[in-house]
Each structure stands twice: as C-alpha cells, then as structure tokens.
C-alpha cells in the first residue's frame, strides 16, 4: 500500500465557497477506483505549522498509482485545487519494503510531469510542494 498524504492551508481571502469547490474537487479525486481509501478533512496536527486541512489516500501498488495519477478527475481537481492553496506538504510512506521503490515511484510522477507539462507548472507554483521530475 502507498499511502500519499497532504497537509495544506488555503490562501488568505479564499472564500468558505472556493474552500468547499476545492475540496470537493479533491474529494472526486479520491474517489476514483485505483483510491483503496481515502480522508478529507481537519488537520489534526500542531497549529502552529499553519496546515488547517489534509488529504490521505491509499493507493494498493504502483500500477494503481499511475492510473491514479492519470485519471483525468485527478488533473481537474489539482487546477481547481491548486490555484487558493497558501501551503502545502507531501508525505508518502508505504508498507512495500521494496528498496526501489522510492525511485519507482518518482519514475512515474517524472513521466507524468514530463507527459504534462501545464500539469506540471501548476503543481510547481504550489508554495512548499516539493516535485522532482
């Protein structure tokens, strides 16, 4: 299992209707089939890290992944999603002990920065996304 999470806080002067369409956007995200589960909601962590919400999902391996990232949904939401996010960080951990698989992984999210340069940019201007590839 791959387990991708975010934690991230929306741009100040984001009304409570953009901040509810971008977490809808993600929530359809979330729900496509390569998805095993998935969390929305509250950041539960230490406040004075400025993150207010996160977003969890378990993805099964990486053939799931790349289906994942290349759900057209996905694309949709980051350019709803993306553009009122103030800060956001990426954690993924898995259960796979595959030494590789860090490298794997980064093989394909390169593919698809490289297959999709717009795509790309958007995730770049994030503030705190860190993208290699």
């Known amino acids: 299992m791959i387990i991708n999470l975010l934690r991230f806080s929306f741009k100040e002067g984001v009304t409570e209707a953009e901040k509810r369409r971008a977490l809808a956007a993600i929530s359809r995200t979330a729900a496509v089939d390569s998805v095993s589960f998935s969390v929305i909601g509250q950041d539960l962590g230490d406040p004075t890290e400025g ?51 860090s490298e794997k992984l980064m093989a394909i999210h390169a593919r698809k920065m490289a297959a999709d340069p717009e795509w790309a940019n958007l995730l770049r201007a994030v503030p705190g996304m860190r993208i290699n590839g």
């Not at 969890?56 to 009122?84: M, N, Q, T, W």
């Open 51 to 101: 993150y207010t919400h996160s977003y969890c999902v378990g993805i099964p391996d990486l053939a799931a992944l790349d289906r994942y990232l290349s759900e057209p949904v996905h694309r949709e939401g980051d350019f709803v999603f993306a553009p009122v996010v103030a800060k956001l960080t990426r954690v993924a951990l898995s259960d796979d002990t595959d030494p590789a698989l």
